[in-house]
């Protein structure tokens, strides 16, 4: 199994709405990442979860906390966000925290926020 | 930080020809540089990668070559194919540091 699944893979949501994204992994990684992808634009990194300890955040706002309940499963909830949040959230993974090798993404959870 | 540049934007060649791209990169310390394929509707997936101790590899029709001195390393794709259209977006990181840095991304367009 090399697959990183995501749920959902669309989300509508109001500004005043509390939602979460769904990362699951069963490769035995140690590492998991939050990045936001907007139209036409490189992934930018927001999380990083090195042995489901948060090692980076990357001046991400509050209104996105991460969330690594297991070495398999990672959550972004999401809480009075902007339209300017509406994007492609993808989830990674990688064996090492480094990385230092490939990284897995899912196919990605695209957010509107009205 | 790291910055890298990648060009061209867009690409657009015949099925059978080759592709190239290119990206150069700031930070000398950087050491590890994948390259990702993302098609349309799908998350990046890695397609081919070099570290700083080899200066050129080869997966088929992808090779990736990388000139430490200048700081710049390049994809290609020999005899293309209309499935390798997709955005391609090259990288660089420092190994043991856990952030890629990303290139803003090539469109390649591959026509039949």
């Known amino acids: 199994d090399t697959e990183v699944t995501q749920t959902p893979k669309h989300l509508v949501m109001g500004m005043t709405n509390k939602k979460s994204l769904k990362c699951e992994q069963h490769m035995g990684h140690r590492a998991m990442y939050w990045y936001k992808q907007k139209a036409k634009k490189p992934p930018e990194l927001m999380f990083v979860y090195s042995y489901e300890k948060l090692s980076i955040n990357e001046s991400v706002p509050s209104r996105f906390s991460p969330e690594c309940p297991n070495s398999s499963l990672l959550n972004l909830h999401l809480h009075a966000l902007q339209p300017e949040d509406s994007a492609l959230y993808l989830c990674a993974s990688s064996q090492d925290p480094a990385p230092t090798g490939e990284l897995f993404f899912g196919e990605g959870s695209r957010l509107t926020v009205l | 930080g790291e910055n890298v540049e990648q060009h061209p934007s867009t690409l657009s060649v015949q099925e059978g020809d080759s592709a190239v791209i290119k990206c150069t990169y700031s930070d000398s310390a950087s050491n590890y540089f994948p390259w990702y394929k993302q098609e349309l509707g799908k998350g990046p997936q890695l397609i081919i990668d070099i570290r700083s101790n080899v200066g050129e590899k080869k997966d088929q029709r992808i090779a990736v070559t990388l000139n430490k001195t200048a700081k710049h390393f390049s994809l290609h794709i020999t005899e293309t194919q209309p499935e390798d259209s997709a955005v391609y977006f090259c990288?660089?990181?420092?190994?043991?540091?856990?952030?890629?840095?990303f290139g803003q991304g090539t469109i390649l367009t591959v026509h039949p």
């Open positions: 990288a660089a990181s420092i190994e043991s540091y856990g952030k890629l840095t």
